[in-house]
């Protein structure tokens, strides 16, 4: 059974910086693209990067681009969200999500995380 994990989420100030963790069992992640994505209340769940099985291809949604980095160590089927000169909006529930093809469309996706909280301060 494939299963993902978040974890790095909590509290920050604007301009502050997080590191968000995707960690995915077995041989179901090494083959795969991983997503990121957000949902804030009352908002559709967005789409925040994606990174291809090989690490090689990247890609940002605009609000993020420049100040969130997305990375993965195979090694340890773990993906990496670096957010960096957070700001009030970026607040949400971030989720990451396995893909063939990850693209930033929700349903390319089949197996999502629990999804970890993001609160950015004023």
């Known amino acids: 059974q494939v299963q993902l994990g978040e974890s790095g989420g909590g509290l920050v100030q604007a301009g502050g910086s997080l590191r968000l963790s995707c960690a995915a069992s077995?041989?179901?992640?090494?083959?795969?693209?991983i997503g990121w994505f957000r949902q804030a209340p009352g908002k559709e769940r967005e789409f925040v990067a994606s990174i291809s099985w090989s690490g090689s291809n990247t890609h940002y949604a605009d609000p993020v681009k420049g100040r969130f980095t997305i990375s993965r160590e195979i090694a340890k089927n773990t993906v990496y969200l670096q957010m960096s000169s957070l700001k009030p909006e970026d607040t949400a529930v971030y989720y990451c999500?396995?893909?063939?093809?990850?693209?930033?469309?929700?349903?390319?996706?089949?197996?999502w995380g629990q999804g970890t909280q993001v609160t950015v301060s004023s």
């Open positions: 077995g041989r179901s992640f090494s083959n795969y693209g």
């Open positions: 999500a396995r893909a063939g093809r990850p693209s930033e469309n929700p349903q390319a996706y089949d197996y």
